[in-house]
């Protein structure tokens, strides 16, 4: 059970003394609440909280003076307790107890205060904007609401001597500028910045615009983490170089903090007296500019249900006449909503922020690596920057440059300075970049370390290792992808789009399966017979608004947002709509996408794959000695069912000859792979003779049908047998298998495992 602690106590007894000494028969609330006014703990959660002590204090003197009656005569009196009274100190021990403290402390009672809603205690209280949740917060949490994030101590407490030195103007009242706000340039002189580096004519552009008459305030509009907050930074340090024109050369920054001015407002008139009194001190100062980070949220801010009157609203006159210079930042998708407040868009000037290239986010890496270095004790290596940069484009999807190569940067850092070791190591490797891309995009280790250039340089014989019988295939397509990679192909289009043809069974699909593999990018599968009617091809670009699925978006857009580095294959394209082939027309010739929101999905970095069967019976019915009859034949049927502008965005029609004899052994060994990776995982090994491979080939051959009847007979001669073996035989825990041919079925030879 909780107890009242020592000091608590003696609070509790000048209460009673000062009721006693002021001839008042009754101990109250407002009794308590003077004593805490004494007490350290109670002053240190009231100043934290927002109250102005001096005037509490004497509002208190005046209640006890004008309304509570004296007891008369000069004997001593005796002073009970109100209910009030009693409530709340039963309410602080349940707070005490509900929180499993040993001790109920100040904060606690100020807390139970509160649930005395009738008194004067509490309507004091209120009066100053303080509510029961800043008490809770700041005893619970440390969250003083008049500190700023640079003010707070480590438990977020702001002593008695800093409240008056900086919190109190004058007449007592708390400072708008210290309580809600930031100031740029102040902290710029301290040091406290990261520097600004590149960015030159988005930075002329703002100063431009604040030193225009009227309508002087830039919006920095761009994606999340392209530098928006970093301009205004940079000017604030500018300006405190001095290097900016004379107009400037004495301004101030303030950061706004609209979490800060809402926090605890609870009544009407709580906010807009908060913001005007914001307003009015910083136009005080000479030369201020107010920066407003996520401006969007501005609209609606403060406004009471029902009521028109918000922040935005407060600031267009001040913005219209010039009286007040503003810079804020939004993001495009927030901008939209910005955008509907005319009148209030309208006095903004826009400030485009794209996100860097590669060499501009190095730039600005090195310029920054200094400050990250002095902050882990490390150095990092020119190359470990640039590829911190390279590899951050190429694996960590939907964030943007240069924020995400910064955070790789700044984790790689701590990483080699958190490694284990006897001497920590002082320097940032390319691996250690590396293992950070490895872990923050999920993908295995080589995938981050191998290079484009030696995937490529051994692309041919990496797929001829997974597809089997279609060499020419192959050469086609490696030939078409290094053409693109070095450059030599069209710099706004995807990496290639090719349409693989001929019959079925033959390795089409497989072969785009290992293009990924090899390449190490994602694999995007899209079977075309879900697309069959006009109304399933939206889906891919997303549903128009009233119709089921709007808010989904577009599934091959999103997808492509989310893997910019993949393989797109369209399986059996025949089968979709013709509503397809016009989609695909912009994709393959500008390589974008547009869904219904919007939003652009980028293909310079995918290779778009489709695959057909069409012409597979023209190919088949040739005449013994006319090969090249056989594919003529089977690009008519091409011509026939795509268009001409289709057909002309094509890199290459990628033809699959049929599979021969002499490539099936290749087929099996590839089948008894995967099964012998299968039954590893159970301690199971297989091997197989030459004559039991030999049979399988034979028996799986149908030109017809390529591979797949061999998956058949595999599954019904092989796999049947060996689940029964695996699940109830005598290797259900584990040994060896040793599939052989006798007479014209196979046999499995079983050797358990000792």
């Not at 807390?111 to 700041?138: K, M, N, P, W, Y």
């Not at 309508?215 to 999340?224: D, H, L």
């Not at 910083?282 to 249900?305: C, S």
């Not at 995937?455 to 192959?474: C, M, N, P, S, Y």
């Amino acid at each position: 059970m909780s107890s009242i602690n020592r000091e608590l106590q003696i609070t509790l007894q000048a209460a009673l003394r000062e009721a006693v000494a002021r001839r008042h028969a009754f101990l109250t609330v407002e009794h308590l609440l003077y004593a805490l006014l004494h007490d350290e703990r109670g002053v240190d959660v009231l100043g934290n909280c927002g109250a102005n002590l001096p005037r509490l204090k004497e509002a208190l003197e005046r209640f006890f003076d004008d309304d509570l009656a004296r007891e008369p005569g000069d004997e001593p009196i005796e002073t009970s307790q109100t209910m009030s009274f009693h409530r709340c100190i039963r309410a602080a021990l349940h707070h005490a107890e509900s929180a499993e403290k040993e001790e109920i402390e100040a904060g606690d009672l100020l807390a139970a205060l509160f649930q005395e809603s009738d008194t004067h205690a509490v309507d004091l209280l209120r009066a100053q904007g303080i509510s029961r949740v800043d008490v809770l917060r700041f005893i619970s949490h440390g969250v003083s609401k008049m500190s700023t994030a640079r003010d707070k101590s480590p438990a977020g407490v702001i002593g008695r001597e800093a409240e008056s030195e900086e919190l109190e103007e004058e007449d007592g009242a708390p400072d708008p500028l210290v309580a809600f706000a930031s100031n740029l340039t102040e902290r710029a002189g301290r040091g406290e910045l990261d520097p600004l580096v590149g960015r030159k004519l988005e930075l002329e552009r703002t100063i431009q615009i604040l030193a225009r008459r009227r309508k002087n305030n830039p919006i920095f509009v761009g994606e999340s983490g392209v530098g928006k907050t970093a301009i205004a930074e940079g000017l604030a340090l500018k300006i405190v170089a001095g290097d900016v024109p004379d107009e400037l050369r004495d301004a101030e920054i303030f950061a706004l903090d609209l979490g800060a001015l809402l926090a605890g407002t609870k009544y009407r008139g709580d906010f807009e007296a908060r913001f005007k009194a914001l307003i009015a001190a910083v136009q005080k100062r000479p030369n201020p500019i107010v920066f407003i980070d996520e401006i969007h949220t501005v609209l609606g801010a403060g406004a009471a249900q029902g009521a028109t009157v918000d922040a935005s609203s407060m600031l267009k006159p001040l913005l219209q006449s010039g009286a007040l210079r503003c810079m804020g930042s939004t993001t495009y998708v927030e901008y939209r909503h910005f955008e509907r407040d005319r009148a209030l868009a309208r006095r903004f000037q826009r400030v485009e922020i794209h996100e860097p290239s590669i060499d501009e986010a190095v730039k600005i890496l090195e310029g920054l690596a200094p400050h990250y270095e002095k902050h882990h004790g490390v150095r990092y290596v020119s190359r470990a920057l640039r590829l911190c940069v390279e590899l951050s484009a190429k694996h960590l999807h939907d964030r943007f440059l240069p924020d995400k190569a910064i955070d790789v940067m700044d984790e790689a850092g701590a990483a080699v300075r958190l490694s284990p070791g006897r001497e920590p190591r002082k320097k940032v490797n390319v691996r250690d970049v590396e293992g950070v891309i490895a872990r923050m995009a999920q993908i295995p280790l080589p995938t981050a370390s191998t290079s484009e250039r030696e995937r490529l340089e051994t692309l041919v014989k990496d797929l001829q290792g997974g597809v089997f019988g279609q060499d020419a295939a192959i050469a086609t397509l490696v030939r078409a992808i290094r053409r693109a990679r070095a450059g030599l192909g069209g710099s706004q289009r995807p990496i290639g789009s090719f349409l693989f043809m001929g019959p079925t069974g033959v390795g089409k699909t497989e072969l785009a399966k290992q293009l990924a593999k090899c390449l190490d990018v994602s694999f995007l599968r899209f079977d075309m017979s879900e697309y069959m009617e006009k109304h399933a091809v939206a889906r891919l670009i997303g549903a128009p608004p009233g119709y089921v699925g709007y808010e989904e978006g577009g599934l091959l857009v999103d997808r492509v947002r989310r893997h910019p580095y993949a393989v797109v294959l369209l399986d059996e394209i025949e089968k979709a709509h013709g509503d397809l082939f016009d989609i695909l027309l912009q994709v393959m010739d500008h390589a974008t996408l547009t869904d219904n929101h919007g939003r652009q999905a980028d293909f310079r970095h995918v290779t778009l794959i489709m695959t057909s069967n069409i012409g597979a019976r023209e190919m088949a019915a040739r005449a013994i000695g006319f090969i090249r009859t056989q594919v003529g034949d089977g690009k008519k049927e091409v011509e026939r069912l795509f268009s001409p502008e289709f057909r002309n965005r094509l890199d290459e029609i990628v033809t699959f000859a049929q599979l021969t004899p002499e490539v099936m052994g290749q087929v099996v060994d590839k089948f008894i792979a995967e099964i012998a990776a299968q039954l590893r995982e159970k301690k199971i090994s297989i091997e197989l003779t030459e004559a039991a491979r030999a049979w399988l080939a034979d028996k799986g051959y149908e030109p017809d049908f390529g591979a797949r009847p061999l998956v058949r007979v595999i599954q019904t001669e092989l796999n049947d047998k060996l689940a029964d073996e695996v699940l109830f035989g005598t290797i259900a825990r584990g040994g060896h298998v040793v599939v052989d041919l006798s007479g014209d079925q196979l046999k499995l030879e079983l050797q358990p495992k000792h």
